[in-house]
């Protein structure tokens, strides 16, 4: 099994930061790509930032020059760094990895549960 856990969500005043991490664990053996994604209730979820496979950084154009990402490989873990927040950033962000687990030779896309993060104006 495989599992994304998020956290670093809450709630912060407008021009504020916030730091989101992404622990993947289980049984991984290789993971491909991975990232960051939003959704706010009545909307369809949203790339906010991802690592490609060859390692390069796509960032939505709302967010970019505020928000970060990055990524420690030992630990399965991927960042968000985000700041300058805006009311308009306030939504569940969801991580996903690309992974490949041991015994398996296909890559299965996961996501984590969820975290909400809420800008007040």
């Known amino acids: 099994q495989v599992q994304l856990v998020e956290s670093g969500g809450g709630l912060v005043q407008a021009g504020g930061s916030l730091r989101l991490s992404c622990a993947g664990s289980g049984n991984i053996a290789s993971i491909n790509t991975m990232g960051w994604y939003r959704q706010v209730p009545g909307k369809q979820r949203e790339s906010v930032a991802t690592?490609?496979?060859?390692?390069?950084?796509n960032y939505a154009d709302f967010v970019k020059g505020r928000f970060t990402i990055s990524r420690d490989n030992a630990k399965n873990t991927v960042y968000l760094q985000m700041l300058s927040l805006k009311p308009d950033d306030t939504a569940v962000y969801y991580c996903n990895a690309n992974i490949r687990s041991w015994g398996r030779t296909t890559y299965v896309d996961y996501w984590g549960q969820g975290t909400q993060v809420t800008v007040s104006s």
């Open positions: 690592f490609t496979s060859g390692g390069r950084t």
